[in-house]
């Protein structure tokens, strides 16, 4: 396996996510952010951010498909969400929890990160997302 994910002793629990990832392999996939956005670039759930999220994992599996990849491959992800708030986490994961089976997001997830921004490059996407991962 190239790829091992662990949360060392004495980091913060409960989280849903390894606080720790390595990667053995020599051929590294990076996917660009994702958004919500169908492949003829129409917007998707606009105003929701659980079926952004969705739809962005949804891309973001395309990107690691393409590469040969699946979200077991990944070793890091990145979210970054338009006027975050705490008040809005239950939203984000029931977006993720949507498509955590259809697309093999493993539990826990690889290290994550969520970063709150004031806008992304459009007014209506609220969250994009970044995969790291590494293969053979």
């Known amino acids: ?16 996510y390894h606080h720790v990832a390595t990667g ?3 051929r590294h996939v990076h996917v660009a952010g994702q958004i ?45 969400v338009t006027h975050w708030s705490p008040e809005r986490m239950d939203d984000f994961m029931a977006g993720v929890e949507r498509v955590a089976d259809e697309l093999g997001i493993p539990q826990p997830w690889p290290p994550v990160s969520l970063i709150g921004v004031d806008y992304l490059f459009e007014p209506d996407v609220l969250v994009e997302v970044e995969a790291f991962a590494v293969l053979d």
């Open 36 to 80: 919500a956005r169908d492949a003829e670039a129409n917007p998707v759930a606009t105003g929701d951010l659980t079926g952004q999220v969705a739809q962005a994992l949804r891309n973001t599996a395309r990107g690691l498909a393409g590469a040969g990849a699946g979200f077991t491959d990944v070793v890091r992800l990145r979210f970054f």
């Open 1 to 16: 396996m190239t790829v091992q994910l662990f949360t060392p002793e004495g980091m913060m629990q409960p989280v849903p």
């Open 24 to 26: 053995t392999g020599t």
